[in-house]
């Protein structure tokens, strides 16, 4: 299943330079080897079914989320621990729906915190 890139237009804050973003786009390269907390938030309407989510490193899947519902609108919240090398390149991929019409999804707000918890 192919998907879409999120896109980020802001950066809210920044510390340090173990991570980069240029506003706008999809692409947080990672400049330091490390273990990093990622947590992303993703809120959409839907008109039913379960939608799924995943972060990746050029188009390797490192973590994934299903979000089923019934109502609308609806969350993705998620938070993982991930081993990263330098120059790993994170993207936050919306992938479709897995039963539903993948037209019906609106992507509202998206969010995504990148912190340096450890060395290598």
């Not at 609108?73 to 539903?100: H, R």
Request: no cysteine.
């Amino acid at each position: 299943m192919t998907g879409t890139d999120i896109s980020f237009g802001d950066n809210y804050n920044t510390v340090g330079d173990a991570i980069t973003h240029d506003s706008p786009s999809t692409d947080f390269k990672i400049t330091e080897d490390g273990l990093y907390r990622v947590t992303y938030y993703v809120y959409f309407f839907s008109q039913t079914g379960t939608a799924s989510f995943q972060i990746h490193n050029y188009g390797s899947s490192l973590d994934s989320v299903n979000v089923t519902d019934s109502r609308t609108p609806m969350e993705a919240i998620k938070s993982t621990v991930l081993p990263l090398p330098a120059g790993a390149v994170l993207t936050l991929e919306f992938l479709g729906m897995l039963n539903g019409d993948v037209d019906a999804v609106e992507v509202y707000y998206s969010s995504i915190k990148i912190e340096k918890i450890g060395n290598l």
